[in-house]
């Protein structure tokens, strides 16, 4: 489903060439829930932006569904966001004017036809992350998790063949945070292939398989045999609060 | 590209931020209002300029004792315009259609009965009549007999016969023409007063050869008027005019002429005066401000597109092309001249019914200056939006998102 072969990105200012990514393969299949995990400057979030079709690598291959974006114009990446990919970004990145509702509507605006059932779908998404009841609700009148999950839905809306999300629970604190991962997880139950980029284990281990960059190279990628269960322990942090 | 869905994104931004937007505006808002309240007086006095050419007579080529430039009145003191001019004139110019002299005075004493005032007299030539379009409306006008005899008959104007005969016909009686006694033959037509305040109708018209002999004592003409057959004629005929009186007046410029003809083209230039050349700047300025106003809404829109990175970064994440970015400030930069041309064009347009009321402006309102505004707006919505909305859509989209 996702095949990256040998990537490698270096950036190039006047004369001094810095490599950040230096041949970085793997294959992810359909319906996994994959973390990317390392340190700030291992090159995380280069590899996110080339896997998000932002950018391209300097180097190597990325397939995704079947198509090699390496050699597509930016107006082919444009579309091929649009109806592969779904961002969920660390600092939710709503718009603050507009409701939930046409906030999770915005990708489909720059699908082409508009679909008929876009409002439709949008429902649907917020109903599936659960905020039905705050479908006209503003940004500013949600909590942080309640915006991420808003964004969520926004990734969900078109359908796509990857979530992938960059530091989702960054901006959120650990309830917040939990509610936001329980939602990945049970939208891995459903199939979804989710590509989680963060640099915290604890949020790492909720994913069915991680991988660990260092220095512009993956040096680890193993399954995770028990992943954390978020919907457990949100349950087990609402029985410590009753108990106190 | 779903081109309403993008253009809705852009009034929604601007609806958003409607203390910016009404920044943006208010250049397009005051350059258009400005615009058509200029048009409004400029139409105003093209259509006064029209009205005076018209009054003047397209085909008339007027020929004034005196010299002088531009639209000149005829001076009393020179003596130099003869009949024999008119004379030279009917034979050696061509396409005429009337020459008809005048020696004219202001201000005679007029009797009649008991009463007396004074009035002006027009000595004039029996087709005086027809090149002025101003028949007797009573009685007879001047005829051939009338100056081969140097009869002593006149025709008076509706005004004079009034003051001297009151509502009685005046026709058949005598008047008093200085000390010299004439018949009343006619009275003219009533003409209405010169927005001068001149009135025409004081007048005693008599013949030319009685005027010239027996009331004037003088050889010389007030002016001749000529006119052609064709106004397409006239600027040649005025040249040949002004040659041909050169040589009888043994006139070698730079002497200056001892008379001066006046056309359609005199009367305009006069009529435009200043207030064409004004108009033209103020024309001038209402496009400045709206350029001006054009380059206020790019700042501010560039400004937006750096305050709106995180959007922008993320609208392409989420697949908009860079067409569509483009779209959307276009649309916005758009939406912001459209609709500031429409309120600066009703502005305007209320400006253009109020002023007269005011001010001695005078403006005509119509349709073109609103669908000229329009244009214009969208042409400036599109130039100074083409900036902001390239330099929206050229951002990289990893660095926006930051």
């Given at each position: 489903?996702?095949?990256?072969?040998?990537?490698?990105?270096?950036?190039?200012?006047?004369?001094?060439?810095?490599?950040?990514?230096?041949?970085?393969?793997?294959?992810?299949?359909?319906?996994?829930?994959?973390?990317?995990?390392?340190?700030?400057?291992?090159?995380?979030?280069?590899?996110?932006?080339?896997?998000?079709?932002?950018?391209?690598?300097?180097?190597?291959?990325?397939?995704?569904?079947?198509?090699?974006?390496?050699?597509?114009?930016?107006?082919?990446?444009?579309?091929?966001?649009?109806?592969?990919?779904?961002?969920?970004?660390?600092?939710?990145?709503?718009?603050?004017?507009?409701?939930?509702?046409?906030?999770?509507?915005?990708?489909?605006?720059?699908?082409d036809?508009?679909?008929?059932?876009?409002?439709?779908?949008?429902?649907?998404?917020?109903?599936?992350?659960?905020?039905?009841?705050?479908?006209?609700?503003?940004?500013s009148?949600?909590?942080?998790?309640?915006?991420?999950?808003?964004?969520?839905?926004?990734?969900?809306?078109?359908?796509?063949?990857?979530?992938l999300?960059?530091?989702?629970?960054?901006?959120?604190?650990?309830?917040?945070?939990?509610?936001?991962?329980?939602?990945?997880?049970?939208l891995?139950?459903?199939?979804?292939?989710?590509?989680?980029?963060?640099?915290?284990?604890?949020v790492?281990?909720?994913?069915?398989?991680?991988?660990?960059?260092?220095?512009?190279?993956?040096?680890?990628?193993?399954?995770?045999?028990?992943?954390?269960?978020?919907?457990?322990?949100?349950?087990?942090?609402?029985?410590?609060?009753?108990?106190? | 590209?779903?081109?309403?869905?993008?253009?809705?994104?852009?009034?929604?931004?601007?609806?958003?931020?409607k203390?910016?937007?009404?920044?943006?505006?208010?250049?397009?808002?005051?350059?258009?209002?400005?615009?058509?309240?200029?048009l409004?007086?400029?139409?105003?006095?093209?259509?006064?300029?029209?009205?005076?050419?018209n009054?003047?007579?397209?085909?008339?080529?007027?020929?004034?004792?005196?010299?002088?430039?531009?639209?000149?009145?005829?001076?009393?003191?020179?003596?130099?315009?003869?009949?024999?001019?008119?004379?030279?004139?009917?034979?050696?110019?061509?396409?005429?259609?009337?020459?008809?002299?005048?020696?004219?005075?202001?201000?005679?004493?007029?009797?009649?009965?008991?009463?007396?005032?004074?009035?002006?007299?027009?000595?004039?030539?029996?087709?005086?009549?027809?090149?002025?379009?101003?028949?007797?409306?009573?009685?007879?006008g001047?005829?051939?007999?009338?100056?081969?005899?140097?009869?002593?008959?006149?025709?008076?104007?509706?005004?004079?016969?009034?003051?001297?005969?009151?509502?009685?016909?005046?026709?058949?009686?005598?008047?008093?023409?200085?000390?010299?006694?004439?018949?009343?033959?006619?009275?003219?037509?009533?003409?209405?007063?010169?927005?001068?305040?001149?009135?025409?109708?004081?007048?005693?018209?008599?013949?030319?050869?009685?005027?010239l002999?027996?009331?004037?004592?003088?050889?010389?003409?007030?002016?001749?008027?000529?006119?052609?057959?064709?106004?397409?004629?006239?600027?040649?005929?005025?040249?040949?005019?002004?040659?041909?009186?050169?040589?009888?007046?043994?006139?070698?410029?730079?002497?200056?002429?001892?008379?001066?003809?006046?056309?359609?083209?005199?009367?305009?230039?006069?009529?435009?005066?200043?207030?064409?050349?004004?108009?033209?700047?103020?024309i001038?300025?209402?496009?400045?401000?709206?350029?001006?106003?054009?380059?206020?809404?790019?700042?501010?829109?560039?400004?937006?597109?750096?305050?709106?990175?995180?959007?922008?970064?993320?609208?392409?994440?989420?697949?908009?092309?860079?067409?569509a970015?483009?779209?959307?400030?276009?649309?916005?930069?758009m939406?912001?001249?459209?609709?500031?041309?429409?309120?600066?064009?009703?502005?305007?347009?209320?400006?253009?019914?109020?002023?007269?009321?005011?001010?001695?402006?005078?403006?005509?309102?119509?349709?073109?200056?609103?669908?000229?505004?329009?244009?214009?707006?969208?042409?400036?919505?599109?130039?100074?939006?083409?900036?902001?909305?390239?330099?929206?859509?050229?951002?990289?989209?990893?660095?926006?998102?930051?």
């Amino acid at each position: 489903m996702i095949e990256v072969e040998g990537i490698e990105k270096t950036y190039t200012s006047g004369s001094i060439q810095t490599p950040v990514l230096k041949g970085i393969s793997f294959r992810i299949e359909a319906g996994e829930f994959i973390a990317i995990m390392g340190a700030s400057g291992t090159g995380k979030s280069t590899l996110m932006n080339i896997l998000g079709c932002l950018d391209k690598p300097t180097a190597g291959h990325y397939r995704l569904d079947g198509t090699d974006m390496v050699s597509l114009e930016d107006d082919a990446l444009s579309r091929l966001r649009n109806h592969k990919i779904g961002f969920v970004f660390q600092q939710f990145h709503l718009l603050d004017r507009a409701s939930a509702l046409r906030n999770v509507m915005l990708p489909l605006i720059y699908t082409d036809p508009y679909p008929e059932d876009a409002d439709a779908r949008a429902e649907k998404a917020l109903t599936a992350v659960g905020l039905s009841d705050r479908m006209t609700y503003k940004p500013s009148q949600l909590s942080g998790g309640q915006q991420q999950r808003v964004a969520i839905a926004r990734a969900l809306v078109t359908d796509p063949v990857v979530i992938l999300a960059d530091e989702p629970t960054g901006n959120l604190d650990s309830q917040s945070g939990l509610e936001v991962l329980a939602e990945f997880q049970k939208l891995h139950r459903g199939g979804r292939t989710i590509v989680l980029v963060t640099h915290d284990l604890t949020v790492a281990q909720h994913a069915s398989r991680i991988v660990v960059l260092k220095d512009g190279r993956i040096m680890e990628d193993q399954r995770v045999t028990a992943p954390r269960d978020a919907e457990a322990e949100l349950q087990r942090q609402r029985n410590t609060e009753d108990t106190r | 590209m779903n081109l309403s869905r993008i253009v809705q994104e852009g009034i929604g931004t601007l609806a958003a931020h409607k203390l910016r937007t009404f920044f943006m505006m208010l250049g397009t808002i005051l350059g258009i209002a400005s615009l058509m309240v200029v048009l409004a007086i400029g139409k105003a006095s093209r259509q006064e300029v029209m009205k005076r050419v018209n009054a003047f007579g397209t085909r008339l080529v007027k020929v004034n004792a005196g010299g002088g430039k531009g639209y000149t009145k005829p001076q009393a003191g020179v003596t130099t315009l003869r009949l024999e001019d008119a004379e030279a004139i009917r034979s050696s110019i061509t396409g005429w259609d009337i020459v008809t002299s005048v020696s004219q005075r202001h201000g005679i004493p007029m009797k009649a009965g008991n009463f007396q005032t004074t009035a002006d007299v027009f000595a004039v030539d029996s087709d005086w009549h027809e090149a002025m379009d101003w028949p007797a409306q009573e009685g007879d006008g001047i005829a051939p007999e009338d100056l081969a005899t140097m009869a002593h008959v006149c025709v008076l104007g509706t005004r004079l016969a009034k003051d001297l005969f009151g509502d009685e016909n005046p026709v058949g009686s005598d008047i008093h023409i200085g000390n010299i006694r004439f018949y009343i033959k006619g009275v003219l037509t009533h003409h209405s007063a010169s927005p001068g305040g001149d009135d025409e109708n004081n007048r005693a018209v008599i013949p030319l050869t009685t005027g010239l002999r027996r009331v004037f004592n003088q050889n010389h003409l007030t002016y001749i008027r000529v006119r052609m057959k064709n106004s397409s004629n006239v600027p040649i005929a005025a040249e040949q005019i002004r040659q041909l009186l050169h040589d009888r007046h043994h006139i070698t410029p730079p002497q200056t002429d001892d008379f001066s003809i006046v056309t359609a083209a005199e009367v305009a230039e006069a009529a435009r005066g200043i207030s064409g050349t004004l108009t033209v700047l103020l024309i001038a300025l209402a496009g400045l401000s709206l350029l001006i106003g054009g380059v206020v809404m790019m700042n501010i829109l560039l400004i937006s597109v750096t305050e709106r990175k995180p959007e922008i970064g993320l609208r392409r994440a989420l697949g908009a092309t860079r067409g569509a970015i483009a779209g959307q400030f276009l649309a916005e930069s758009m939406v912001i001249t459209f609709i500031g041309a429409a309120i600066g064009a009703l502005l305007g347009w209320g400006v253009s019914l109020l002023l007269p009321r005011y001010t001695s402006l005078k403006t005509v309102i119509s349709w073109e200056p609103f669908a000229l505004a329009v244009a214009f707006a969208l042409v400036v919505g599109l130039v100074f939006g083409v900036h902001p909305a390239r330099r929206a859509a050229r951002l990289n989209p990893v660095e926006a998102l930051r």
